[in-house]
């Protein structure tokens, strides 16, 4: 999938998917749906500074990322890079 920079629009809906990964190079992202699945983190989107979009709902994230859900996918992507710059 690293491959495919000019992809606008991806879903990995209903599955099992547990992390989201291998995305950094996917930097023309505007919208991300992984609704219903296990992902337990907010990680990994720092890179994606395109997305306007980002469905998280129906995933059992970590409590102190729960308020992300409702946010713009901006300020999601502004949060990993400033997780990142933490670790």
């Avoid at 337990?40 to 709902?57: A, D, F, P, V, Y």
Wanted: aromatic share 6%; with cysteine; hydrophobic share 35%.
């Amino acid at each position: 999938m690293e491959n495919l920079t000019n992809l606008q629009s991806l879903g990995f809906c209903e599955n099992q998917i547990e992390e989201i990964k291998e995305l950094d190079n996917l930097t023309n992202l505007k919208g991300i749906s992984f609704w219903s699945n296990q992902i337990e983190e907010i990680k990994r989107l720092e890179k994606l500074t395109n997305l306007q979009g980002l469905n998280l709902i129906h995933n059992p994230i970590k409590p102190e990322e729960e308020y992300l859900i409702a946010r713009s996918a901006q300020e999601v992507v502004k949060y990993c890079q400033k997780k990142v710059k933490k670790n």
